[in-house]
């Protein structure tokens, strides 16, 4: 949309000229901003790594870094909701820091200051803003939830297709023994109707047997 595109940028150039200053003379930032990383250090500088620098020099300079890299970044539109979120973590400090009007004592200082201290607060609503805008896409939250619902879905399908899977086993493991015993009792029928036949058939012929024997005796013997 082209109105992200004008938009990002103008929000941007602030913090990406804010941080070239910061870089550029780091020590006028560390006099503005001494009194708040002085009781901030001395209670917090203790318990932190060795790895992370403490002394206030240091801090403004990463600080201006931050503001600069994450400036161009939401400026071109890369990677603009992580961007917003970095600069929204750098302006916070830096406008309780530099921007303390309520214990400015001269009228004309603390208006200034308060001037400027509202300033950052809107910047710092638009910057939320930017970093929960998804540009039209779906949000994580909302793809999470529908991810979570899909999976019950597919759960739900899941457990009613083992269901009747094992309704379907069951009865045909129960029916199994019936239809062998009447497989088995149809075949002994057969068997016994086939017996009796054969016996019937075997008298018969016997019976023929005998007869043609007795004619052909009688047929021999002399009259």
Not at 124 to 136: M, R, Y
């Amino acid at each position: 949309m082209i109105l992200r595109r004008i938009a990002r940028p103008m929000l941007a150039g602030i913090f990406i000229s804010g941080g070239i200053a910061a870089l550029r003379h780091p020590e006028a930032h560390v006099e503005m901003t001494k009194p708040l990383l002085t009781d901030a250090l001395d209670k917090v500088g203790p318990k932190l790594p060795e790895q992370v620098p403490t002394d206030a020099l240091t801090l403004v300079k990463v600080d201006g870094a931050v503001k600069v890299g994450a400036g161009v970044l939401l400026a071109l539109g890369k990677f603009p909701r992580l961007a917003a979120l970095l600069l929204s973590g750098s302006l916070v400090p830096t406008t309780v820091a530099g921007h303390r009007f309520w214990e400015e004592k001269d009228p004309q200082r603390r208006q200034e200051q308060q001037i400027h201290f509202f300033k950052n607060i809107s910047l710092l609503g638009g910057l939320l803003l930017a970093s929960a805008d998804t540009a039209g896409k779906p949000s994580v939250a909302w793809r999470a939830k529908r991810a979570g619902r899909k999976l019950g879905r597919t759960a739900q399908d899941f457990g009613a297709w083992t269901a009747d899977t094992t309704e379907s086993v069951t009865e045909a493991v129960t029916r199994a023994p019936k239809q062998v015993g009447s497989q088995v009792g149809s075949a002994a029928d057969k068997a016994q109707k086939a017996v009796g036949q054969a016996q019937k058939s075997a008298a018969k012929a016997a019976a023929k047997a005998q007869k043609r024997a007795r004619k052909a005796l009688a047929e021999t013997l002399p009259g």
